[in-house]
Nanobody
Framework: QVQLVESGGGLVQAGGSLRLSCAAS?????MGWFRQTPGKEREFVAA????????FYADSVKGRFTLSRDNAKNTVNLQMNSLKPEDTAVYYC?????????????????????WGQGTQVTVSS
């Protein structure tokens, strides 16, 4: 079982930046970030392949968020810039259900088997 621990959430003003980190107990899995607000389904944010060479972003964050991974440290990092109030949510890190190819990215919650506890991001206007 892969254990995931997120960190880096908090309160920031609109236009500001935050960096979320996810530490994994195992390496070599494709990873993703999702977010959720009360009453809504979990929403895809960004994904990265096992190798780190492929990334994919939701249209709502493209150009503002950057996902990277450090396989030596078993961590993935989500750099969030130009934050907007609509980015406010609980952010979850997840590891993929399937090993797949080293360049594969996954974008739906069903593709992920293990989830972190979540970290709150609040963007004030």
């Amino acid at each position: 079982q892969v254990q995931l621990v997120e960190s880096g959430g908090g309160l920031v003003q609109a236009g500001g930046s935050l960096r979320l980190s996810c530490a994994a107990s195992e390496r070599d899995w494709a990873m993703g970030w999702f977010r959720q607000t009360p009453g809504k389904e979990r929403e895809f944010v960004a994904a990265i392949s096992r190798s780190g060479g492929s990334t994919f972003y939701a249209d709502s964050v493209k150009g503002r968020f950057t996902l990277s991974r450090d396989n030596a440290k078993n961590t993935v990092n989500l750099q969030m810039n130009s934050l907007k109030p609509e980015d406010t949510a609980v952010y979850y890190c997840a590891s993929a259900r399937f090993m797949g190819y080293s360049s594969t990215v996954y974008t739906t919650p069903a593709d992920y088997a293990y989830w972190g506890q979540g970290t709150q991001v609040t963007v004030s206007s």
